[in-house]
């Protein structure tokens, strides 16, 4: 012990746990201790017993977890098998999917829906003309088909790296005892995948339980839980603090709920499996082949248009809230650089420092956690996974309770919205840099060390010249995801602080959907961009931590 108080690595942990214990913890002790006072003497948890609007919604928020876990699930699960078993024409392009993940954020995948599906969308006009209704896309059969859509790629990706993880020679083992191939695979491949397949649902039902932008832009019709506690937050007739904890609390404890039945299961379902050869992709010819292609091409091809739709409905002729389908012009977008750029120019200032600041922290607090392991480093590494059970409403709730006055009072500063980016997106960070880390022996340092280098000299001259491509891998995926924040950015901006997915949102409250798009298109642009940029120029793989 004495030793390590000695060493500038306990120094550096103890100073990483202050600031996130002030930024991390604090606002969520506050958001949890928020739920049990009030000036009226009742506490939140009195007040949401009392009311039957709160249990609804409750009730709702949970079904439509279900449902989209579900949904996600039929459709992810039998998409990852086929793309690793079989060879199919039109495969390569379900290469895209997470990519396709990544570029679209949540508030346009609402807003494009809208346009095509909503009571004035391209598509209900069509049907509309042809004399076939179809039921309003607000409520239930909007929210679960723009989540599905949005979500089961999260599935996709968990069951595919497992099933191509998996050693087929079980397979071929229990083949050779005279077990039919459908038979083995139920029995012997489905224990090993199935706690993936179970730990990628549990993540699609947190995510659910946390969604923001579809929520409130197509769930007007059914109370959902993140809804009521952004109303409680931004109320015309003040926010009520205590409500907005006690549904912050709540929304914790389900997420909380969810991420221990998901240890449990992994857990239980453990097999430790030797690595060994994986299944070759056997080609599907004939029927079987051109169905399989063209609904994996289908799926793609649905999962892409509301990429379409922005595109479209940026140029789109509109008046007001009715647009013009079919007739074109760039006024939009002009009107968006000439008149009001600020959201754009917020966007990036916020973002990019937000990013530089965040992956800094998270290179720094990682080797700590993998490389310099102290009393501290256990609480180090837990504090930094805890923003992955946190929705951004909540985090921004946190934020805006702690530091509106006092020693710090960040209230109305573009610093709030940094520091909410910061806290939302610091797991990519610090998971990226781990995983490089695992793989960099002690013997490098080990090695510099013993040839005089000091050790905080080797960490800058060794190690993280080793960990840049992770740190340039976390940086864009940092930034991507950034600039299409909503949910935490909403709660904390002030007026002229707008950012671009604040603005859209905005937008379509109002139902001005081509202006929308326009900010839409640019938010595109801007992810899209230092995706093409890092993976084709700088070959940067931003998904080689995945699993």
């Given amino acids: 012990m004495s030793a390590q108080l000695r060493s500038v690595w306990f120094w550096l942990s103890a100073l990483a746990l202050a600031i996130l214990a002030v930024f991390l913890l604090y606002p969520l002790l506050n958001v949890l201790t928020g739920s049990f006072g009030g000036s009226s003497g009742r506490s939140g948890w009195a007040m949401l017993a009392g009311d039957p609007k709160y249990a609804t919604a409750i009730v709702n928020t949970i079904v439509l977890g279900l449902a989209v876990t579900l949904t996600t699930t039929l459709i992810g699960v039998p998409l990852a098998y086929f793309t690793a078993r079989f060879s199919f024409p039109g495969k390569g392009i379900v290469a895209v999917l997470p990519l396709v993940t990544l570029v679209i954020p949540e508030v346009i995948a609402a807003q494009t829906w809208l346009m095509m599906l909503g009571n004035n969308g391209f598509i209900t006009r069509w049907l509309g003309a042809m004399g076939i209704d179809i039921p309003s896309f607000y409520g239930w059969p909007g929210l679960i088909t723009v989540m599905t859509f949005t979500y089961y790629t999260y599935v996709y990706i968990g069951t595919l790296a497992a099933i191509r993880g998996f050693d087929v020679q079980l397979e071929e083992a229990a083949q050779s005892l005279g077990t039919s191939p459908a038979r083995s695979r139920l029995n012997v491949m489905l224990p090993v995948v199935l706690p993936s397949v179970l730990a990628s649902a549990l993540l699609v039902f947190t995510l659910v339980v946390g969604n923001f932008a579809t929520a409130t832009i197509l769930g007007s019709r059914v109370p959902l839980l993140s809804v009521l506690t952004y109303q409680a ?315």
């Fill in 233 to 547: 937050a931004v109320a015309e007739g003040g926010s009520d603090p205590v409500m907005q904890s006690t549904l912050a609390s709540v929304s914790i404890a389900l997420v909380m709920i969810v991420l221990f039945v998901q240890r449990w299961i992994v857990s239980r379902g453990r097999h430790e499996v030797t690595q060994g050869r994986g299944a070759r992709a056997q080609s599907l010819r004939g029927l079987p082949g051109l169905v399989t292609g063209l609904l994996a091409g289908l799926l793609v091809i649905v999962s892409l248009l509301p990429l379409g739709s922005i595109v479209i409905g940026a140029f789109t002729v509109s008046r007001g809230p009715v647009m013009r389908w079919g007739e074109w012009t760039t006024v939009h977008v002009e009107r968006l650089f000439r008149i009001a750029p600020d959201p754009v120019l917020n966007t990036l200032t916020y973002a990019a420092v937000a990013t530089v600041i965040g992956i800094t922290f998270s290179a720094i607090v990682s080797y700590l956690i993998v490389k310099k392991r102290t009393i501290l480093t256990p609480a180090l590494d837990y504090l930094t996974a805890l923003p992955l059970a946190l929705s951004g409403t909540i985090i921004g709730i946190g934020l805006l309770m702690s530091f509106n006055t006092g020693f710090l009072p960040l209230t109305g500063t573009a610093s709030i919205i940094v520091l909410a980016y910061i806290v939302r997106r610091l797991p990519f960070g610090i998971r990226n840099a781990s995983s490089t880390l695992y793989n960099i022996p002690n013997s490098i340092e080990e090695a510099s060390i013993s040839l005089g280098v000091p050790p905080v000299a080797t960490f800058f001259k060794v190690v993280l010249p080793l960990m840049l491509p992770a740190i340039a891998a976390a940086a864009v995926l940092t930034w991507t995801t950034t600039v299409a924040e909503l949910s935490a950015s909403i709660i904390v901006y002030s007026g002229g602080r707008e950012t671009m997915p604040i603005q859209i949102f905005k937008l379509i409250d109002s139902n001005l959907m081509a202006s929308a798009s326009a900010y839409g298109l640019v938010l595109v642009a801007v992810i899209l961009i230092p995706i093409l940029v890092a993976t084709r120029i700088f070959r940067v793989d931003l998904f080689s931590s995945k699993s």
